[in-house]
């Protein structure tokens, strides 16, 4: 029962996980970038969160609304500046540019704000729980976290596929000069890829520092990793993959802190360099794109 | 209209007088890095006129053809649209301003739809003629298949999409650049077939083609490209075979006939053509 508990829970976490990566999976897919201050960037939202909370008095489940649309409209902005600048040299010195960015992130956050662990407080929701049976306990805000997660995939994938600008986002991602020639500002429409990947990720990082404590290292130490990890297990550019890796790794972790609470993220990992070898693709992704 | 076109062969019948083309290129110069891929290209397109660039490969056709798209930035020279200087402009604002470009090897968008393909096409469209209606009238196999993926078409099918995601943008001036690549004969031979259409619609074509036949069937003026130079001009009626070949691998000829000295090159470009591999270097 315990390793039926184990399963549960890991898809539960494993819902967190793909909020996390799917803004890493489309930034990737666009522009062929791994954006390395992800997972700073979701603290940095969990942090203007609890901000939000003590100046707007709001209640900390609601903060969202506020957070989110503030870190689309930054991601637009810096998307348009600092990363286009970048990738106007190459995609390497992109990666670059976000890899000092995680680096300011992490030790501003360290200067200004201490490294001290927070955590956003919603009170007993944060252990309410339900019980099936005597042995599993499903937390509330868990099960919330997932159902935000699936209803943010299906949004996303209802965007991508339906809408003008979901379009023009797959467009620039198949053939970015294909597309200029047909018109298209890619420039404008990675910025709204990056609007989608900020706003998505600072979901994560709210929902998660409602979920556990948070400090300024995390966003590298373990977010950015896990997203890594969950956009790979699922495959690369595969919105159903992301919930499929998210939820594979969170069970992975789940099995392995049931056999011993240090083994957690080692179980992780090894699922992870597993998927690398023997299925390199991702486990959602049948074969390699046909070539046009 | 400008009034002001000075070009290489303004004396040429068929280009003569006609200041104000719709389509200008002025002494356009442009690099791939170190090596110079265009030397010092003038040309004039008037509306409603189908002009063909030839040469072997490597002679510099596409690197024009994408930089009047906008696609290269040139090192100097100018594009003008209509007396309006676009060198300036980015691709997809030389799309809204009607220079529209069919690239070379179709390049479709293989994840998206027949349908998302022309879709895309509409997103910096001028108003016009051509909608996504017209072109399924144009192909009418292409209505029924129209949610099939672009990747899932066969070579001529796709270049079909191509020409279509261009037509819906409504072009002043159209840039084909070799269509005919990896296509059967009979497909090639149907979809130049359709120019006469295009034409109709108000629409001017700019073509590259390897394909000398083709290309000399189809335009009404025919312009040579050797590295980077253009080594004759003229209308394909008034050009000989032994000239077209001479400008083509710059083989010095008898020196009659059509080819032309660039006028701001100091020397006439078939001498330094001669004196060089008729391949030429892959710029």
Redesign the interface.
């Known amino acids: 029962m315990t390793w039926v508990n184990a399963v549960i829970q890991g898809i539960l976490i494993g819902g967190l996980y793909a909020l996390f990566a799917c803004g890493l999976s489309l930034l990737f897919g666009v522009m062929n970038v791994i954006n390395l201050a992800h997972g700073d960037l979701a603290v940095v939202a969990a942090y203007v969160a609890l901000g939000v909370v003590a100046i707007t008095h709001v209640p900390a489940v609601w903060a969202f609304l506020i957070v989110v649309p503030i870190f689309a409209v930054l991601g637009y902005v810096i998307q348009r500046t600092l990363f286009q600048a970048a990738l106007h040299r190459s995609v390497l010195t992109t990666m670059l540019v976000t890899f000092g960015l995680s680096v300011v992130i992490e030790n501003g956050l360290q200067q200004f704000l201490s490294a001290n662990s927070h955590s956003i407080g919603i009170g007993s929701l944060v252990s309410d729980s339900f019980s099936i049976g005597s042995q599993i306990t499903i937390a509330y805000l868990n099960l919330a976290i997932l159902v935000v997660a699936v209803i943010v995939l299906l949004g996303l994938q209802y965007f991508l596929s339906s809408t ?1 600008n979901g ?2 986002i ?2 620039v ?3 970015r ?10 420039r404008h429409v990675f910025g709204i890829a990056a609007a989608i990947a900020f706003g998505t990720v600072a979901l994560a990082g709210i929902a998660f520092g409602m979920f556990t404590q948070f400090d300024p290292t995390i966003g590298t130490d373990q977010l950015l990793l896990f997203a890594f990890e969950a956009v790979v297990i699922g495959g690369l550019g595969s919105l159903w993959g992301t919930l499929a890796g998210g939820i594979l790794l969170g069970i992975a972790q789940e099995i392995g802190a049931n056999i011993a609470t240090a083994d957690q993220v080692l179980a992780g990992q090894l699922l992870f360099l597993l998927i690398l070898v023997v299925r390199p693709q991702g486990i959602t992704i049948r074969r390699e ?4 | 209209m400008s009034g002001s076109a000075v070009t290489g062969y303004a004396d040429q019948p068929g280009a003569a007088g006609l200041a104000g083309a719709l389509l200008e290129v002025r002494d356009l110069n442009v690099h791939h890095g170190q090596l110079q891929a265009v030397h010092g290209v003038s040309l004039d397109v008037p509306a409603g006129t189908v002009h063909a660039m030839i040469g072997a490969n490597g002679a510099g056709k596409s690197t024009l053809l994408r930089t009047i798209a906008g696609l290269h930035r040139p090192t100097s020279g100018s594009v003008l649209l209509d007396g309006t200087d676009v060198t300036g402009l980015r691709p997809e604002q030389r799309v809204a301003a009607g220079i529209v470009m069919v690239p070379e090897g179709r390049r479709l968008f293989p994840s998206l739809t027949v349908e998302e393909n022309l879709l895309v096409g509409r997103t910096s469209a001028r108003p016009g003629p051509w909608t996504i209606e017209a072109v399924y009238d144009l192909f009418d196999w292409m209505r029924d298949r129209r949610g099939q993926h672009a990747a899932q078409l066969s070579g001529g099918e796709q270049q079909a999409v191509a020409i279509g995601r261009a037509l819906v943008a409504n072009p002043r001036v159209l840039l084909l650049d070799e269509l005919s690549l990896g296509l059967a004969p009979v497909v090639v031979r149907r979809i130049y077939g359709l120019l006469p259409q295009l034409l109709a619609s108000g629409v001017t074509v700019l073509l590259v083609e390897q394909d000398v036949s083709q290309a000399l069937g189809v335009a009404s003026m025919v312009h040579c490209l050797l590295e980077g130079r253009i080594t004759l001009a003229g209308q394909p009626a008034e050009l000989t075979p032994a000239q077209i070949e001479s400008a083509y691998f710059g083989v010095v000829g008898n020196g009659r006939g059509k080819r032309l000295g660039n006028d701001q090159a100091p020397t006439p470009p078939e001498q330094q053509a001669g004196s060089s591999e008729s391949s030429g270097a892959e710029p």
Do not use: H, K
């Open positions: 003008t379009r023009l797959r467009a991602a198949d053939d000069e294909a597309a200029q020639i047909s018109g298209i500002n890619y794109p046909r070539p046009i």
